[in-house]
């Protein structure tokens, strides 16, 4: 969906439209050498007037900090907007005392553009005219943009839906495009909105990636999953939500991660750098936590009270858990049987979290059957409750919601690669169940065409056995657990038993994204066995002094694999999903020795 | 009038389902032709499958008997084109989306056709869906049931509007299995879905007893009963046929006494 913002109202008449057309933001300009300055009387009388789910901009060129304090204590204006030379300090300086800002920049050159992605401001505002009413430029330049926008300069009803299509942004911004001689027309203002709002319907694609995604569920669930989808596309760009959620991350999780460079593995394998994104090292020692900040943030928003949750190795039911505690929710997560024997410690961990954990003893006892005792509880129970999947799977919006919130892998990797290289990798590793933190650690390189892209998956005994989870390798297409996708299945279409020695990769399908990426060969899946992992988990452990997950060992022994056949100038990035002490009991297991915990 | 509208003709429909192949397919048989004997109007006959989403404990257990027994959905075919030779109530199948898209969507509903199945229930095929299901269905005859549940709200309108054979009004919130009591206003279900057809409406989902199915049927045009008829198969086994068939005829003659 894409907001509006509706500038430089003046008169008691043009709140009382704006109230009936209900846009997310209308704007208040501050600045007296503008034909539309409001003073601070005249804005305190029109937000009165404002319908209150309507949000007021106030909109300052190089005005006094205190100004605009001073406005938003009085509550006047909603958020600030900056369009004259204001710095980062001065940004940071608002925002210090909780005051949304919106920065404006200038499309005219590319720097300007990257200064823009850069900027510390809740949220940039492009502008892609040049001057009152002049009709926008190209608009192409903008689809470079990592980062959400508000697009504003030359809009008006007749272009607008053009200007949406080519820069998809979180919201557009107009003025003069909605005035007559100078002042704002009522029509004109309705017809930019259904300009705006008529768009919308063509957004909704129920979540394809090529063939594969899609919403296969019962029907009793089709409104959860749409209410769930709108509540997304509204929070996803919002500035203040992606304020909370980015300072969960980075002062609750530990983000940034590390991409840490393994010179001794390097040197060992003697081929290409190896780097190493250390998701291991978030709180509760995997990238589910990315995941769960987001969505248990975004149920809480929606009015849930209830978070459940399926897990295989535990490490997503330990992240939801942990979520539900910080945020004061209740929490309940499915785990199959056989999981909650081998992985008895993130049982534990789960309950002294304060979740319920429900062992599954429904089919083989493993994730699969975790994942469908999760849907069979969120059908029975759905006004309180959000059912936050863990992986980049089920039905539509889920693998879009979890790949967005997992994607900031990938956009930190990015950038510190640049940082550290000065160029992109030339290939990305990673381990794939579901796909979640593959997807995450692939998203933002899937425009780089010289980067290659790798997921590892859980062979088990090898794929020429029946003890083994490599869904891309030996599954075909089907549908399950709400999604068009690849799965291992008899010829009848019936699930197939899987099996690894990792929990957390022991599912029969995977996620649709990277059932497509697979179509179309952007990405390529390999198989590793169960002892390729092993050893690649003692390896990683005696080379850098780091205990990765056995999920993670499947990506590190590829890599093993792969660096020495490249050149030294190269460069390899595996993911470490998660950290392995979970892992310790079954691989002294797995080598014929039995510790106590 | 499709075979399907037969069933509810100037009557109030009942509507058994059973797995196949639980416990066998001879039992399965057997069934059918006791329920049909003892007034079933329309019988859904589940193909099972090894993750059955929308199932309680009772059915999911009944899915896992019969795959054990090594069913397959060819044997199934062959089932129901000799309980063709007598039976003559309409029938439909039940079951979940991999089952047909994995067949082949043009067989599957070509062998429907051969067999004599005129329905097709798939619980994980919602509005959204069903398109690349349903054209194929339309070509060999069978009807694509719709279901709407007590979430459905306003989806109620456009899934009436497309509904062929009846409609599967589901009664309750969670999966299949018997219920106490039902406590979904059923009745403004079927007010909005008559505002939109005349498609008829059946009620599944929690009926356990006679009295309970013959209110349903009362509210609406029909009721489905599964898990307390799958219970009694797995009771039974392979006698189980003349238990069912005196539930059914329980059944019908609560319907007649309401």
């Not at chain 1, 369009?83 to 300090?89: A, S, T």
């Not at chain 1, 059912?387 to 879009?400: E, Q």
């Not at chain 2, 499958?49 to 019969?66: K, L, Y």
Request: aromatic fraction near 8%.
């Amino acid at each position: 969906m894409t907001n509006i913002k509706l500038c430089g109202l003046t008169r008691e008449e043009d709140i009382k439209n704006a109230n009936e057309l209900k846009p997310e933001y209308i704007g208040f300009v501050f600045y007296d050498k503008s034909r539309r300055n409001v003073s601070k009387a005249q804005a305190k009388k029109l937000k009165s007037l404002l319908n209150p789910e309507i949000k007021a901009v106030g909109v300052f060129v190089d005005a006094p900090t205190s100004t605009v304090e001073e406005l938003y204590t009085e509550n006047i204006i909603d958020v600030a907007q900056l369009h004259g030379h204001e710095d980062e300090d001065y940004i940071k300086e608002l925002m210090d005392n909780n005051i949304p800002v919106i920065k404006t920049f200038n499309a005219n050159s590319p720097e300007e553009l990257i200064k823009a992605e850069k900027s510390a401001a809740d949220m940039i505002m492009i502008d892609a005219g040049s001057g009152d009413g002049v009709p926008i430029k190209d608009l192409k330049l903008l689809t470079y943009l990592d980062r959400p926008f508000i697009l504003a300069g030359g809009l008006n009803k007749e272009n607008v839906a053009d200007a949406i299509e080519i820069t998809k942004p979180y919201a557009v911004d107009v003025s003069t495009g909605i005035e007559t001689d100078s002042h704002k027309d009522k029509n004109k203002m309705k017809q930019f909105v259904e300009a705006v709002r008529k768009d919308e319907v063509v957004e909704n694609s129920n979540g394809r990636f090529g063939v594969h995604g899609g919403q296969y569920i019962p029907e009793t669930l089709m409104n959860a999953v749409i209410e769930l989808e709108e509540a997304y596309n509204h929070y996803k760009n919002d500035p203040e939500f992606n304020r909370e959620l980015t300072d969960l991350l980075n002062n609750y999780a530990g983000r940034p991660s590390l991409l840490y460079y393994a010179k001794k593995m390097t040197e060992d394998l003697g081929g290409a750098k190896i780097y190493l994104k250390r998701e291991d090292l978030n709180h509760t020692g995997s990238h589910k936590i990315n995941n769960v900040l987001g969505q248990a943030l975004l149920a809480k928003k929606m009015g849930k009270t209830r978070l459940i949750a399926e897990t295989g190795a535990g490490q997503h039911g330990v992240a939801t858990a942990t979520a539900a505690a910080l945020l004061g929710m209740e929490c309940v997560v499915f785990m199959g049987k056989e999981d909650t024997e081998r992985q008895a410690l993130n049982v534990y961990r789960m309950r002294l979290l304060g979740a319920e954990v429900i062992p599954v003893t429904s089919g083989t006892a493993t994730l699969k059957d975790a994942v469908s005792e999760a849907m069979r509880e969120w059908t029975s129970r759905i006004d309180d409750t959000h059912y936050c999947l863990g992986s980049v799977m089920g039905p539509h919006p889920f693998p879009t919601i979890v790949r967005d919130f997992q994607a900031i892998i990938s956009k930190e990797s990015r950038s510190q690669i640049l940082e550290a290289e000065g160029k992109l990798p030339d290939a990305v590793i990673a381990c794939v169940g579901g796909g979640s933190n593959a997807i995450g650690s692939f998203y933002h390189y899937i425009n780089d065409e010289g980067v290659e892209l790798i997921g590892c998956e859980a062979a088990g005994r090898g794929i020429d056995t029946f003890e083994t989870a490599a869904t891309v390798n030996t599954g075909k297409i089907g549908i399950f657990h709400g999604m068009k996708s690849y799965f291992c299945q008899d010829e009848y279409g019936q699930i197939a038993p899987v099996y690894s020695i990792s929990a957390g990769l022991d599912y029969p399908g995977v996620g649709p994204e990277h059932a497509y990426l697979h179509d179309i060969g952007r990405a390529k899946y390999v198989p590793v066995t169960d002892e390729e992992a092993v050893e690649a988990f003692e390896y990683i452990a005696k080379t850098e002094g780091i205990i990765a997950a056995i999920e993670s060992s499947h990506a590190i022994a590829y890599a093993k694999k792969l660096a020495p056949t490249m050149k030294k100038d190269q460069i390899i990035i595996v993911t470490v999903s998660g950290r392995g002490d979970k892992d310790c009991a079954a691989i002294a297991r797995y080598r014929g020795e039995d510790i106590h915990e | 009038m499709s075979k399907i509208a037969e069933a509810f003709n100037n009557k109030k429909a009942f509507i058994p389902f059973i797995t196949c192949g639980d416990p066998d397919l001879e039992t399965t048989k057997k069934l059918v032709i006791e329920m049909e004997a003892n007034g079933a109007d329309l019988i859904e006959l589940g193909i099972p499958f090894s993750d059955p989403t929308a199932e309680g404990p009772v059915i999911q257990g009944a899915n896992i008997r019969a795959l054990s027994n090594g069913i397959t959905t060819d044997d199934i075919f062959g089932m129901v084109a000799e309980l063709r030779e007598t039976v003559k109530i309409p029938l439909v199948f039940m079951t979940y989306a991999n089952v047909v898209f994995s067949y082949g969507k043009d067989r599957f509903f070509a062998n429907c056709k051969n067999a004599g199945i005129d329905g097709i229930i798939l619980p994980d095929v919602p509005f959204e869906e069903k398109a690349e299901f349903e054209a194929v269905a339309m070509e060999y005859d069978v009807d694509f049931i719709s279901m709407i549940a007590p979430t459905s709200k306003e989806r109620i309108d456009m899934i009436a509007k497309e509904a062929k054979g009846f409609i599967y009004v589901v009664s309750s919130l969670g999966v299949t299995g018997t219920r106490a009591e039902i406590n979904s206003n059923i009745k403004d279900l079927v007010e909005r879905v008559r505002k939109n057809t005349d498609v008829p409406c059946a009620v599944g989902f929690g009926i356990s007893n006679p009295k309970q199915a013959a209110t349903m049927a009362g509210i609406s045009d029909g009721a489905i009963v599964g898990s307390a008829i799958v219970r009694m198969v797995e009771k039974y086994g392979k006698d189980s046929p003349k238990e069912v068939g005196r539930f059914v005829k329980d059944i019908k003659e609560a319907y007649h006494a309401s």
